[in-house]
């Protein structure tokens, strides 16, 4: 998936692409480890996704927390 598709998704979004991302390394782990996995790249290919959809997911979290403060500190 694209980096600015990833972007343009909400909070709930990613934690749901989140979730399938990780049920989807999980299994490609499995193949890897029973030498069943055709495309060895997949994997690392799969991992770096996560790590992409956790960075926005962290980076939208402490834009919200920042925004929350900000409009405590206005108030």
Known sequence: MEL?????MSAEDLK??????????FRLKLK????QLDN???YQKARKELARILTLSNHKRAAAARAMTEKRSDA
């Open 40 to 42: 060895p790249t997949a």
């Open 32 to 35: 890897m480890r029973t030498n």
């Open 4 to 8: 600015d598709e990833l972007r343009q």
């Open 16 to 25: 749901v692409k989140e979730r399938e991302t990780r049920e989807g390394l």
